[in-house]
């Protein structure tokens, strides 16, 4: 069992930054890959990042290559998503998750364990 707790959320403007934390419970945190997903106002939650069990391979989606940068730190059982130059566009509701996949698999998953949720928004 894994349990998620997002933090770092907030209200930026264009072209600002942020970081999101992830802190994960259990044992075996640092076997799982972890991802970052988001939903924006009516639309489907989708795919940002992801990041494997060693923190070796990491996974973009293409809107955000570039710009945002996913870490994990095992001995602290937390997975972050560093965001730089923000767009209004990167608005949503950012999920923190964990699955045993691999990393280039997370994209196209439904991931077993979820966060909450952090809400990001970005004023132009």
């Known amino acids: 069992q894994v349990q998620l707790v997002e933090s770092g959320g907030g209200l930026v403007q264009a072209g600002g930054s942020l970081r999101l934390s992830c802190a994960a419970s259990?044992?075996?945190?640092?076997?799982?890959?972890m991802g970052w997903f988001r939903q924006a106002p009516g639309k489907e939650r989708e795919f940002v990042a992801s990041i494997n069990w060693s923190g070796s391979s990491t996974y973009y989606a293409d809107s955000v290559k570039g710009r945002f940068t996913i870490s994990k730190v095992n001995a602290k059982n937390t997975v972050y998503l560093q965001m730089n130059s923000l767009k209004p566009e990167d608005t949503a509701v950012y999920y923190c998750?964990?699955?045993?996949?691999?990393?280039?698999?997370?994209?196209?998953?439904?991931?077993?364990?979820w966060g909450q949720g952090t809400q990001v928004t970005v004023s132009s």
């Open positions: 259990g044992r075996t945190f640092s076997s799982y890959t």
């Open positions: 998750a964990a699955d045993l996949s691999t990393a280039q698999a997370m994209g196209v998953i439904l991931p077993r364990y």
